[in-house]
T-cell receptor, first 111, second 113 residues
């Protein structure tokens, strides 16, 4: 079952611009996480937001969660070429045991 | 250094030849999981384990087996690999069932001919 789905599938921006990626999911969750993956490598955890939180910041990252719309957004401010990667949202299932990832957003930051 | 290791990193095999991909973590994590990643499909969970001797199916368990005899190890077994199991496989672990940060291994690229 596809729980999280990111939008857009691909995003290309200039260095210094902000990048916004969205994630939608289908069922209720305990928390939602965003991960980053450089080409062919393992995923790296970026940020976790719990279902009772609405917004969270970490450095240049800002994550929002709207449980009524079952959606989340990841904002990367002042993007850098090094931010070029794929970004995935991941949610737990209703029982908090199974983890489901979306297909990801490929971000390209052009110098 | 806290890490998740997988072996082998790259593997080419033929249909039907049993193989095992090992996964080990040194963080004393309870929760471990296997994913496969395919273009356009993102990561899909194969199996997960809440603790020693406790395993359960993820979204795409067909054709795979796992075992969790020790806390640190969670091998993925393909009894009779088929070409549709050609993929990039990731092992991950996290502290407990509350689904805190998952730590991912470097990945295993498998090609089944």
């Amino acid at each position: 079952s596809q729980q999280g789905e990111e939008d857009p599938q691909a995003l290309s921006i200039q260095e210094g611009e902000n990048a916004t990626m969205n994630c939608s999911y289908k069922t209720s969750i305990n928390n939602l996480q965003w991960y980053r993956q450089n080409s062919g490598r393992g995923l790296v955890h970026l940020i976790l937001i719990r279902s009772n939180e609405r917004e969270k910041h970490s450095g240049r990252l800002r994550v929002t969660l709207d449980t009524s719309k079952k959606s989340s957004s990841l904002l990367i401010t002042a993007s850098r070429a090094a931010d070029t990667a794929s970004y995935f949202c991941a949610t737990d299932d209703n029982y908090g045991q199974n983890f489901v990832f979306g297909p990801g957003t490929r971000l390209s930051v052009l110098p | 250094e806290a890490q998740v290791t997988q072996n082998p990193r790259y593997l080419i095999t033929v249909t039907g030849k049993k193989l095992t991909v090992t996964c080990s973590q040194n963080m004393n994590h309870e929760y471990m999981s296997w994913y496969r990643q395919d273009p356009g499909l993102g990561l899909r969970q194969i199996y997960y384990s809440m603790n020693v001797e406790v395993t359960d199916k993820g979204d795409v368990p067909e054709g795979y087996k796992v075992s969790r005899k020790e806390k640190r190890n969670f091998p993925l077994i393909l009894e009779s690999p088929s070409p549709n199991q050609t993929s990039l496989y990731f092992c991950a672990s996290s502290r407990d069932r509350d689904q805190e940060t998952q730590y991912f291994g470097p990945g295993t690229r498998l090609l089944v001919l």
